[in-house]
């Protein structure tokens, strides 16, 4: 099963009154400025020109698939490079945990007593989230879902996204600045829907267009689909290492779950994105059934 993080330490923190939003954005710059991406380090080390890490990112788009990993099979990077830059990319890496320390907003104790807390709490919710998917008709397809959506946002947008809450109330969906869904058909029948904020919306067509968009609705509406789409694709391959037959109808943009007769039920589980700017994604997902072969 997908690994379940129902909260990120800093917004543990924040709402415990032990840091502020000021120092809390200050961690996160802190510790973005310390954790390079691997393309980054690749072009600083002059081992991938600027064109050759715009075609891995392009192709990241179509498969779920790592970067590295990807720019090796092109033939762009060779296993040495890629073992060099992995490495370097360790050791530099910097937890938020430590930005705290490193910038004097927590002290060494404070930081261990306060993640052995976290820790306990996440457990908890971990396991609540866990029940409450293990209960889903056809989990394993609702778990490839989840970690796909999870993996599209990390590899796709840079965002960490966290699987906060899962529950199935019919009239539990909220209004979101852009909503789009896509259905999935044959022996899978399931729609997803992926309702966003408006910046957050911003942020993936930057994202996927490779330029910064801002007030142009028709291309943030594109790029949206297209990120569905890759997560759905990518949902279709995966199904078939299961032997099922699974396809797509094209993704649309709509103000509610689309494709869902109002007889039916839904679950909708909340993912939380982007901790300095508070915005949440939810992911709706009817009651799934795989049909038998």
């Not at 032990?18 to 120092?23: E, F, L, S, V």
């Not at 400025?33 to 980054?40: C, F, T, V, Y």
Request: charged share 25%.
């Amino acid at each position: 099963m997908t690994t379940i993080s129902v909260k990120f330490f800093g917004q543990y923190l924040l709402e415990k009154g032990r840091i502020t939003q000021d120092q809390l954005l200050e961690a996160v710059s802190r510790q973005r400025s310390a954790n390079p991406l691997l393309g980054a380090l690749a072009l600083e080390r002059g081992y991938l020109t600027p064109a050759q890490a715009d075609a891995i990112n392009a192709a990241q788009r179509t498969t779920d698939r790592m970067f590295g990993d990807l720019a090796v099979d092109m033939g762009l990077l060779d296993p040495d490079q890629l073992a060099e830059l992995l490495d370097l990319q360790r050791s530099s890496r910097l937890f938020l945990g430590e930005a705290f320390v490193d910038k004097g907003i927590l002290s060494a104790g404070e930081l261990e007593a306060e993640l052995t807390a976290f820790e306990a709490e996440q457990h908890a919710g971990q396991m609540m989230i866990r029940g409450a998917l293990m209960q889903l008709q056809g989990v394993e397809f609702v778990v490839d879902v989840l970690d796909l959506v999870l993996k599209t946002f990390k590899r796709l947008v840079h965002e960490t996204v966290l699987i906060e809450d899962c529950h199935q109330e019919r009239d539990s969906w909220d209004a979101h600045d852009v909503t789009v869904s896509q259905r999935f058909i044959g022996d899978v029948d399931a729609t997803l829907t992926l309702g966003l904020p408006r910046d957050t919306a911003v942020k993936i067509a930057s994202k996927m267009l490779g330029e910064e968009i801002a007030g142009d609705d028709a291309l943030v509406l594109d790029a949206t689909r297209e990120f569905l789409n890759v997560i759905c694709g990518n949902v279709c391959s995966k199904q078939s290492q299961r032997d099922l037959n699974v396809d797509l109808k094209a993704p649309v943009v709509t103000d509610a779950p689309a494709g869902l007769p109002l007889t039916d039920g839904y679950t909708v589980i909340t993912v939380m994105a982007a901790i300095d700017s508070k915005v949440d994604v939810a992911l709706v997902l009817p009651n799934v059934l795989v049909r038998p072969r």
